[in-house]
């Protein structure tokens, strides 16, 4: 089973990055192409039917399937960064995160009004990162068709802080 295969796989880093932290680390899935590939053919099974017409990836994990679920979708993929690393005109927006703050962008014209947008990160835990990217992307008349997650972590209850912007929530793992 999938699920079992990328639990193996994922390595728990101890008090990162700050104390009382259990860090999931994905860095080891990359080393295993098979399997990278086949959460890759996963996510677009599991997004299909959504039909989005571009993939919005969350700086920096989240670019490692968004980039493939784009292409093997034969759509878009758009990257949100941090504040000050893309080199075009941006919009941004400021967030809450669980040990602190911070600040995404996007391209301004990355989006456009009415485009069905589903929005990829390696882990959902509280919800803000994801949270701010649908702000982007609502910020431009654009529509956030669902979200999906290497990894939920359910226990934080993220994805009840997504339900405003859709109920179409994709883990393929969940702690």
């Keep these: 089973m999938l699920e079992n295969k990328v639990k193996e796989s994922i390595r728990d880093v101890v008090d990162f ?15 295993n192409t098979v399997l990278t590939a086949e959460i890759a053919d996963a996510f677009v099974e599991r997004s299909k039917s959504l039909k989005p017409d571009a993939i919005l990836g969350i700086e920096s994990r989240g670019f490692f399937w968004g980039i493939l679920i784009a292409q ?38 990355a989006v456009s009004k009415g485009m069905n947008v ?37 226990f934080l209850k993220g994805d009840q802080r997504l339900l ?5 929530i994709i883990s ?3 702690y």
């Design 17 to 31: 990055p700050k104390e009382g932290i259990v860090f999931k680390d994905i860095t080891p899935i990359l080393e």
């Design 72 to 109: 093997k979708m034969g759509i878009p993929f758009i990257p949100v960064r941090k504040k000050g690393k893309l080199p075009y005109k941006t919009i941004s927006y400021k967030y809450d995160l669980e040990y602190g703050s911070a600040e995404i962008e996007m391209h301004e014209d």
């Design 118 to 154: 589903l929005i990829h990160d390696d882990l959902l835990a509280t919800g803000g990162t994801a949270m701010a990217a649908a702000e982007l992307v609502k910020s431009q008349g654009a529509n956030v068709v669902g979200f999906s997650f290497l990894v939920n972590l359910t």
């Design 164 to 168: 405003p912007y859709s109920h179409q």
């Design 172 to 174: 393929l793992v969940n």
